[in-house]
């Protein structure tokens, strides 16, 4: 059973569409991430949400919108996709929000916007 | 602002063999935690190794160890007898604790270390 799942895996789309990635965790955990993997590998934090609430926007576009419709779940929604949104969009969960919490991460979805 | 250095693109390794990959951060808060994740070609983040910073002793697990210089705002990870599926993208990654040991996931990454183990 993967601990964290997110779908798609791969993502291609127009420039200017409406796209989701669903992610779900079957770890039980409270906390559930969304993190961006640009082109040159770099790792950033997106969003963060604990028992289904928004605690972390990491000034992301609003064009992203993140909805927990229960704590097992983060999904991502992308609107008016442009070239500058292709990366690789990684959800991740945690048991709780403490600064030493270990993230499990999903394997990621790679978008690429044409 | 934090931030982490890892300065070595790429580190290529013989199996069985030693390797030290190298990560600097900056920082003006006291207390914090450190990160090693691991991500292989299958894309998956996976974590290798942490420390607190206020343990002295370095963290250990398995065939994987860290040198943690607080002062020098070093943090080095050693991976002994290095195995052809230790091959991946290591990642070094730092977290402030606000004053409720809380950070929320929001973990600062440095921009990676390509490790290849030969045979």
């Known amino acids: 059973d993967t601990a964290v799942s997110q779908t798609p895996k791969y993502l291609v789309t127009q420039m200017g569409n409406d796209k989701s990635i669903k992610c779900e965790q079957n770890l039980g955990h409270d906390t559930m991430y969304w993190y961006k993997q640009d082109s040159k590998k770099f790792l950033k934090i997106m969003f963060s949400y604990n028992n289904k609430e928004l605690i972390i926007n990491e000034t992301v576009p609003n064009r992203f919108s993140p909805k927990s419709p229960d704590k097992a779940h983060l999904n991502l929604h992308i609107n008016s996709l442009e070239l500058g949104d292709s990366a690789v969009y990684f959800c991740a969960s945690s048991h709780g929000w403490g600064a030493g919490e270990k993230l499990f991460f999903g394997s990621g979805t790679q978008l690429s916007v044409l | 602002a934090q931030t982490v250095t890892q300065s070595q693109p790429e580190m290529s390794v013989q199996e069985a063999e030693t390797v030290t990959l190298s990560c600097t951060y900056d920082?003006?808060?006291?207390?914090?935690?450190l990160f090693w994740y691991k991500q292989p070609p299958s894309r998956q983040m996976i974590l290798v190794i942490r420390?607190?910073?206020?343990?002295?002793q370095n963290a250990t697990e398995n065939r994987f160890s860290v040198n943690f210089q607080k002062a020098a705002k070093s943090f080095s990870l050693k991976i002994s007898d290095s195995q052809l599926g230790d091959t991946a993208m290591y990642f070094c990654a730092f977290t402030p604790a606000n004053a409720g040991g809380t950070s929320y996931g929001k973990l600062t990454f440095g921009q990676g270390t390509i490790l290849t183990v030969h045979p």
């Open positions: 920082t003006s808060e006291n207390n914090y935690y």
């Open positions: 420390q607190e910073a206020y343990k002295q």
